[in-house]
């Protein structure tokens, strides 16, 4: 268990399972792939990968405790799986794309997960909203205006590269927004089956 000191100002709160060293360099490769085909995405840094889990934003100490609280009972509650990170999609839609994410093989795991990290902040009276879960890793964001093609997307998820997942721990980080991007930064991390 690891705790950062510093947390007199956290704006951009998350908790997520970060994306392991070894898997970044074959999705970066699958980006610089992506970008030939796609254009100018605003791309995300392959060492800043993660899946989020829950996104909290501006929160007191007092909730920060809680949040700890409720990452140690799920640590303890839950044992190391395996996942891998395939196929591509955008949210909204193709037509309005905003965001490319890649998915999760098997997805009940990690909504098993996220179930019990849901039932972790109830008990410690951090209640959130109960909307459907939806595992994915963002890899790039759509720059304003930009379109999308339906068959274009179906084309490259043709190409994407199957990539081993651990899910051995959950870290809460602090967000601070940047000109090159988001920096995050880890001031909790709890390993799972500790």
């Known amino acids: 268990m690891m705790t950062h000191k510093n947390t007199k100002s956290l704006d951009r709160v998350f908790l997520a399972i970060p994306v392991e060293a070894s898997a970044q360099p074959v999705i970066a490769a699958f980006q610089s792939r992506l970008a030939e085909s796609l254009g100018k995405l605003r791309w995300v840094r392959p060492d800043t990968l993660h899946l989020t889990l829950q996104f909290f934003g ?10 700890k ?11 190391p799986f395996n996942v891998t990170i395939s196929g591509l999609g955008v949210f909204p839609n193709s037509h309005r794309p905003r965001v490319l994410w890649m998915g999760f093989q098997p997805e009940e ?18 209640a959130i909203e109960n909307q459907p879960f939806s595992p994915h890793l963002t890899i790039g964001r759509f720059r304003q205006g930009e379109r999308g093609s339906e068959q274009r997307l179906t084309d490259l998820a ?11 721990k959950l870290v809460l980080y602090d967000s601070h927004l940047k000109p090159e991007g988001a920096e995050h930064i880890p001031i909790h991390q709890v390993k799972l089956g500790d």
Request: aromatic residues 2%.
């Open 58 to 67: 501006r929160t007191t100490e007092e909730n920060l405790e809680k949040i």
């Open 69 to 79: 609280a409720s990452m140690l009972s799920v640590g303890l509650r839950s044992k």
């Open 109 to 126: 795991p990690l909504k098993e997960l996220h179930d019990l990290w849901t039932q972790a902040l109830g008990q410690e009276g951090l």
């Open 158 to 168: 043709k190409s994407v590269p199957v990539v081993a997942l651990t899910v051995n």
